[in-house]
């Protein structure tokens, strides 16, 4: 009978180390990163709205370069004793056209092309930080689900480990501590797989908002791993955030913006004038019709106003040089940020996984060992098998956390790094 409870023990011991570590759990539905950011990007609400404003913003340009409708009036003069009014005597057919001072049409639409270009900058640059949440949510929920998994089958171990437990105190081998500590160890781990889910349906609800899903909208098994494959240098990212960052191409796009608005005010100097036709019909007396033309022009003398809007505009240009500047900088601290913290992502990764787990693993073999011959107790038994499951579990989170910060620096360069395979 004590034959066959140690061979028993010593299966389940044996299989303990493999029960800590993480396997694919086949569901019926599976979420794959690319379809999770494809449908952000498709079906994202604010990424939407920002999408059809930079697309209406885009049309201001052709309004602003076509001149005012031209005026059509009528008019008729007639004796105001013995007229025949709305028949009169004489009528007057006008067109009045009013054009803008030479070259200021182009400056208006070059102004209104640059707005629109900021906007859609701001459309990209909502593109990039809508892709980057997808990613961390979804890496977090990469780890969240494979620390369950991992608890999951340590509950699994651990309920037959109290099976055996009461099987031993029952022959007397063991007392009844053994039998109360895998309990209990067995409760922590239920209370833990609690937390988990809870973690894990929050994770669910925030990703279903980004792709513009119910909060309660299935999800399947996240099954894209992290991966760092990631070859370039930090003078590369540097100058690839420089070329790449929506947040620099606006405000270069705005410098321009108000570099057409400055040449805009000076031709305010300049008036603008009118075009007109007038055609008179006399319907009594004789007299034959007459064609007139017309030639009229606003006079811009209150000069005052117009060197305001200049200054103005020279103040503008100087404000979005500043703007750009200060956008290459803050790219450039995005970018030494995420780089470093991408690094601790990837040496704390590399510890769990070639130190932390063997360490961990050969601590548990030992326990076992001891064990079995009586030297060591079940609660020394049960501490170096929770350390083993805390490292596990927690080299799940490291490796979510190495794709939770390639994200961001893809976010700070402005541009996907990962390579295709």
Same mark, same amino acid.
């Given at each position: 009978?004590?034959?066959?409870?140690?061979?028993?023990?010593?299966?389940?011991?044996?299989?303990?180390?493999?029960?800590?570590?993480?396997?694919?759990?086949?569901?019926?539905?599976?979420?794959?990163?690319?379809?999770?950011?494809?449908?952000?990007?498709?079906?994202?609400?604010?990424?939407?709205?920002?999408?059809?404003?930079?697309?209406?913003?885009?049309?201001?340009?052709?309004?602003?370069?076509?001149?005012?409708?031209?005026?059509?009036?009528?008019?008729?003069?007639?004796?105001?004793?013995?007229?025949?009014?709305?028949?009169?005597?004489?009528?007057?057919?006008?067109?009045?056209?009013?054009?803008?001072?030479?070259?200021?049409?182009?400056?208006?639409?070059?102004?209104?092309?640059?707005?629109?270009?900021?906007?859609?900058?701001?459309?990209?640059?909502?593109?990039?930080?809508?892709?980057?949440?997808?990613?961390?949510?979804?890496?977090?929920?990469?780890?969240?689900?494979?620390?369950?998994?991992?608890?999951?089958?340590?509950?699994?171990?651990?309920?037959?480990?109290?099976?055996?437990?009461?099987?031993?105190?029952?022959?007397?081998?063991?007392?009844?501590?053994?039998?109360?500590?895998?309990?209990?160890?067995?409760?922590?781990?239920?209370?833990?797989?609690?937390?988990?889910?809870?973690?894990?349906?929050?994770?669910?609800?925030?990703?279903?908002?980004?792709?513009?899903?119910?909060?309660? =909208?299935?999800?399947?098994?996240?099954? +894209?791993?992290?991966? !760092?494959? %990631?070859?370039?240098?930090?003078? /590369?990212? $540097?100058? #690839?955030?420089?070329?790449?960052?929506?947040?620099?191409?606006?405000?270069?796009?705005?410098?321009?913006?108000?570099?057409?608005?400055?040449?805009?005010?000076?031709?305010?100097?300049?008036?603008?004038?009118?075009?007109?036709?007038?055609?008179?019909?006399?319907?009594?007396?004789?007299?034959?019709?007459?064609?007139?033309?017309?030639?009229?022009?606003?006079?811009?003398?209150?000069?005052?106003?117009?060197?305001?809007?200049?200054?103005?505009?020279?103040?503008?240009?100087?404000?979005?040089?500043?703007?750009?500047?200060?956008?290459?900088?803050?790219?450039?601290?995005?970018?030494?940020?995420?780089?470093?913290?991408?690094?601790?992502?990837?040496?704390?990764?590399?510890?769990?996984?070639?130190?932390?787990?063997?360490?961990?693993?050969?601590?548990?073999? =030992?326990?076992?060992?001891?064990?079995? +011959?009586?030297?060591? !107790?079940? %609660?020394?038994?049960?501490?170096? /098998?929770? $350390?083993? #499951?805390?490292?596990?579990?927690?080299?799940?989170?490291?490796?979510?956390?190495?794709?939770?910060?390639?994200?961001?620096?893809?976010?700070?360069?402005?541009?996907?790094?990962?390579?295709?395979?």
């Amino acid at each position: 009978m004590n034959l066959t409870i140690s061979w028993l023990v010593a299966g389940l011991l044996v299989a303990l180390p493999v029960a800590g570590r993480t396997e694919p759990v086949e569901i019926a539905s599976s979420l794959s990163l690319e379809w999770a950011v494809e449908t952000a990007l498709r079906d994202n609400a604010k990424l939407h709205a920002m999408r059809a404003r930079a697309e209406a913003m885009a049309e201001r340009a052709a309004q602003e370069r076509t001149p005012s409708n031209p005026m059509f009036k009528y008019g008729g003069m007639d004796a105001t004793g013995n007229g025949n009014w709305p028949n009169t005597s004489e009528k007057r057919f006008m067109v009045e056209q009013k054009l803008p001072w030479f070259g200021k049409l182009a400056l208006k639409g070059k102004v209104a092309e640059k707005d629109a270009e900021t906007m859609r900058r701001e459309y990209e640059a909502m593109q990039r930080e809508l892709v980057m949440m997808v990613k961390e949510t979804y890496f977090d929920l990469y780890a969240v689900q494979q620390a369950a998994s991992i608890t999951r089958r340590q509950e699994e171990v651990l309920q037959r480990m109290v099976k055996i437990a009461e099987t031993m105190y029952a022959t007397g081998e063991r007392s009844q501590q053994d039998v109360l500590k895998a309990q209990a160890e067995v409760t922590m781990l239920k209370q833990r797989l609690l937390e988990l889910d809870q973690q894990e349906a929050t994770l669910k609800a925030k990703l279903n908002q980004l792709l513009n899903r119910r909060a309660d =909208a299935p999800l399947g098994l996240t099954v +894209t791993a992290p991966k !760092d494959e %990631l070859t370039v240098e930090p003078a /590369q990212l $540097f100058a #690839l955030a420089e070329k790449n960052r929506a947040e620099i191409k606006g405000a270069q796009a705005q410098i321009e913006r108000n570099e057409a608005e400055r040449k805009l005010m000076d031709k305010e100097f300049f008036p603008d004038y009118l075009l007109g036709i007038e055609y008179r019909n006399f319907r009594s007396g004789g007299e034959p019709d007459t064609v007139m033309f017309t030639v009229g022009f606003d006079l811009p003398i209150w000069r005052s106003k117009y060197k305001a809007g200049v200054r103005e505009a020279e103040r503008m240009i100087e404000s979005s040089r500043a703007a750009r500047d200060a956008a290459i900088k803050q790219a450039s601290f995005d970018v030494q940020d995420a780089w470093f913290k991408l690094q601790t992502a990837r040496r704390t990764l590399d510890l769990y996984k070639n130190t932390l787990l063997p360490q961990a693993e050969a601590r548990f073999t =030992a326990s076992e060992a001891g064990y079995r +011959t009586g030297k060591v !107790d079940f %609660l020394d038994l049960l501490e170096s /098998q929770r $350390f083993l #499951l805390q490292v596990c579990v927690m080299a799940a989170m490291a490796e979510g956390n190495l794709g939770v910060q390639l994200a961001r620096l893809e976010r700070a360069v402005g541009a996907d790094l990962e390579k295709k395979k």
